[in-house]
Structure formats: structure tokens, C-alpha cells
């Protein structure tokens, strides 16, 4: 079995600008559970899945406020889990950092077999 055996056709990819709302309505038309973040050349950038999405302000699911320690603490912490649970663009949200790999590439039971 080959990664693409097992990907959605044709991949749909939005950039890092794009809005939260139109990013959740292509998952929702294409019933996908992600979408792949690209640059302008095509490049990845990171990855918007449907466990991005769970701590919503708008879903009231953005969890409790932090408490004094972390506040001012770990500062950096609560003004990005702010960011995160309020973003209104897909880079506000999407997992950075992705591991990519080629449609053609063999899944790792298949290189044990070889």
C-alpha cells in the first residue's frame, strides 16, 4: 500500500490567510477531517484538522480561563491559547511543522516485507 491509496483525491490545500469560516466550509463540502496549508509556491506550511477546531470560542468548548499562576508565569502561554480558541485565519490555528511525504511512498509495513 502507497500513501496515496489511503489520501483524499484531489487534495485540497488553502493558504495560511484563509479565512476560518471558508477553511471549515471546504472540510464540511469535501468531507475531509484536514486540510494541508501551503504557501504561495506550493510549499507546506502546516495542517487545520478537525482537533484544531475543538476549542472554539464559538463553540463555547474554549476551556477555563488560566489561573493567576500561569497567567504570570508562562505569559506566552495564555496569549497563545487566546490566539488559538479566537484566531479568525487559518494560521491562527493549524499545527505548524508537518511531516510531508510523497503520494508513491510505501507504508512502513510494506518496507518491512521488502
Known amino acids: 500500500m502507497i ?6 483525491h484531489p487534495v485540497i490545500t488553502v493558504s495560511p490567510y484563509t479565512s476560518l469560516a471558508e477553511a471549515v ?36 468548548t474554549e476551556g477555563q480561563a488560566p489561573g493567576w499562576f500561569t497567567s504570570f508565569f508562562v505569559p506566552g ?3 497563545a491559547d487566546y ?13 505548524p511543522h508537518v511531516i510531508c511525504i510523497e503520494e508513491e511512498r510505501l507504508q512502513h509495513d510494506d518496507l518491512d516485507e521488502m
Open 3 to 8: 500513501a496515496a491509496d489511503i489520501m483524499s
Open 77 to 79: 502561554r495564555t496569549a
Open 25 to 60: 466550509r471546504l472540510m464540511v463540502d469535501r468531507r475531509v477531517s484536514g486540510l494541508p496549508i501551503v504557501d504561495a509556491a506550493g510549499r507546506p506550511l502546516g495542517m487545520l484538522t478537525e482537533s484544531d477546531l475543538l476549542r472554539r470560542v464559538e463553540a463555547s
Open 83 to 95: 490566539v488559538r480558541t479566537h484566531g479568525r485565519q487559518v494560521a491562527e490555528v493549524m499545527t
